[in-house]
């Protein structure tokens, strides 16, 4: 079931509530109707049961207001319960530019990267973490010989956190990044395009579903990050 098929039929159904609450029973009912027929299309093959109800509610005469109206509610916690648990299903990502990208002006070219994959930014600030965070962020790197460095150069300036949102971001977004050094990087990549070294890499990507969890939990408190359907979304997700 397509998640664009879901989602329309949960917007049908919060219009079918808001028209069934209408106190103009003329217009409410013209709407109801209307919107029954949406939300049964919307359902017809995920929910044939209610939406054959909704069909006949369509077609239906004196009783079709009546019968549209004892069937919101249920439908309506039916979708909005399928809605939170696809939001619940989309993975998200934790994204950085570190310093070096926000210096070099590179902020927008590599939103824009993001953007017009077709991913969602659902959270973004600019900060300039201590070398304490640093650390906490690279504490698997810790061993390695160039991680004090490395922690001094996070935190040496302004770094752009971000969290994205969408079907496989975690793996696409390194692909969209590339390889961690640049000379290793494909043409294409942001590193390929916009780095030469790796100690100046310019970008941060989660690199597993455990660790974007993790970065998510570092970065941003809960409030930060943002929760909503793009309008573009019905074009960059379905099937046929
Ligand atoms: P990633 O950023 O592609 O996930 P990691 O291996 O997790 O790569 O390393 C984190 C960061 O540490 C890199 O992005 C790069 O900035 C830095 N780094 C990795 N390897 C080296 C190295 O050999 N020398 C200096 N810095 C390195
Ligand atoms: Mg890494």
């Given at each position: 079931?397509?998640?664009?098929?879901?989602?329309?039929?949960?917007?049908?159904?919060?219009?079918?509530?808001?028209?069934?609450?209408?106190?103009?029973?003329?217009?409410?009912?013209?709407?109801?109707?209307?919107?029954?027929?949406?939300?049964?299309?919307?359902?017809?093959?995920?929910?044939?049961?209610?939406?054959?109800?909704?069909?006949?509610?369509?077609?239906?005469?004196?009783?079709?207001?009546?019968?549209?109206?004892?069937?919101?509610?249920?439908?309506?916690?039916?979708?909005?319960?399928?809605?939170?648990?696809?939001a619940?299903?989309?993975?998200?990502?934790?994204?950085?530019?570190?310093?070096?990208?926000?210096?070099?002006?590179?902020?927008?070219?590599?939103?824009?990267?993001?953007?017009?994959?077709?991913?969602?930014?659902v959270?973004?600030?600019?900060?300039?973490?201590?070398?304490?965070?640093?650390?906490?962020?690279?504490?698997?790197?810790?061993?390695?010989?160039?991680?004090?460095?490395?922690?001094?150069?996070?935190?040496?300036?302004?770094?752009?956190?971000?969290?994205?949102?969408?079907?496989?971001?975690?793996?696409?977004?390194?692909?969209?990044?590339?390889?961690?050094?640049?000379?290793?990087?494909?043409?294409?990549?942001?590193?390929?395009?916009?780095?030469?070294?790796?100690?100046?890499?310019?970008?941060?990507?989660?690199?597993?579903?455990?660790?974007?969890?993790?970065?998510?939990?570092?970065?941003?408190?809960?409030?930060?990050l943002v929760s909503y359907i793009?309008?573009?979304?019905?074009?960059?997700?379905?099937?046929?």
């Open positions: 079931m397509s998640s664009q098929i879901c989602r329309s039929a949960a917007r049908a159904v919060r219009s079918l509530l808001t028209a069934s609450r209408s106190s103009n029973a003329v217009l409410a009912e013209g709407r109801a109707v209307t919107t029954a027929a949406a939300a049964a299309v919307a359902l017809r093959g995920r929910a044939p049961f209610i939406a054959s109800f909704y069909e006949r509610a369509e077609c239906g005469n004196a009783s079709r207001g009546w019968i549209s109206g004892a069937l919101a509610l249920p439908v309506a916690v039916y979708m909005l319960q399928e809605q939170e648990a696809h619940a299903e989309m993975e998200r990502t934790f994204i950085a530019i570190k310093p070096d990208g926000v210096q070099r002006g590179l902020i927008a070219e590599i939103v824009s990267r993001f953007e017009r994959k077709g991913f969602k930014l959270g973004i600030k600019v900060v300039v973490p201590s070398k304490d965070f640093a650390q906490k962020h690279y504490h698997d790197l810790k061993d390695r010989p160039f991680f004090s460095g490395l922690c001094d150069f996070l935190s040496s300036g302004p770094v752009v956190a971000m969290v994205w949102e969408g079907e496989g971001v975690i793996k696409y977004g390194r692909k969209l990044i590339g390889a961690t050094d640049p000379q290793k990087s494909e043409p294409g990549t942001i590193r390929g395009d916009l780095a030469v070294v790796v100690g100046r890499n310019i970008i941060h990507g989660s690199d597993g579903p455990e660790t974007a969890k993790d970065e998510i939990k570092l970065w941003f408190k809960p409030e930060e793009s309008n573009a979304e019905k074009w960059i997700y379905g099937v046929n």
